[in-house]
């Protein structure tokens, strides 16, 4: 299939180009040698939003501090559709992507998207910011979504009409290794948790992969974003100190969650993503596991493709979330 598709040939919007071409290149440029990040190189692409009371397309922004001694906060997004005071509105915990290295909840990109989840999902969107590699390696990442979740069940936080039963961690690249490896955490630790219930997991495009290479990642070069060498960089960040990317973190198939609650499952999957073999074998290695997993794919599209909105794959997915979460909630009110 990946051969396939690379005959096919990628197709973008040339706009859309230039933006990968343009964070391709500084993200290269950023990554050092010795294994460090020219943070000071990336804000000059680093556009940030605001939090704003005030609705944006029926969407409100307000941002939260959970611990401010490692800048560990959320953003919240609150939709303003009609009814929505009188009726109980699900919470979607949401991690951001960006190879566990770059990005933030008040990142351009990732402000649309939530706006986009709060307003169509009609849902409240917690979006985390947790620490970022490699000046935090793992379990940096995994802790602070933990302590975010944590935080939300311990206090009166979220309004009152947030259902924190219908609860949902979502999250694509990075984030999707994060929104699964907090799960897990969640799962084993679910007597902790009074009003948070995980009930379904959204990983768009997970980051995940080990030390053989697969034939999407042999096959698909020059593709945007993703390269062996990019995301192997990243691993190399993120993982503790001489760990190879046969470490859980990567490769989540060396973790037995056979007797954990673990919660259905949408996996998504882009055709031109040299990741996506890795994904396949996650949602494959989800229902061996004996776990509910739809695998949702998009032929023609690339990894991080859905922060596009002038793509129309990036709208119907989604759509293809909306009616994940409402078959979720529905099947819970059964």
Known sequence: MATDNNQKKLTI?????????LLSTFTDTAQRSNGTINRRLLRLLDFRAPPNPNPINSVSTSDFTVDPSRDLWFRLFTPHLPGDRHHRLPVVIFFHGG???YLSPNAHPYDSV?????????????SVNYRLAPEHRHPAQYDDGYDVVKFLDDGEILPANADLSRCFFAGDSAGGNIAHNVAIRVCRESRRFAAVRLVGVVAIQPFFGGEERTEAEGSLVGMPLVSPERTDWCWRAMLPEGASRDHEAAKPSGVDITGLDYPDTLVVVAGFDPLKDWQRGYCEWLKVSGKRATLVEYPNMFHAFYIFPELPEAGQLILRIKDF???RVASLSA
């Open 13 to 21: 919007p040339f706009k859309t180009r230039i933006t990968l071409t």
């Open 99 to 101: 190879g566990f290295v």
């Open 114 to 126: 939530c706006r986009r989840f709060a307003r169509k999902l009609n849902a409240y969107v917690v």
């Open 325 to 327: 979460v409402e078959e």
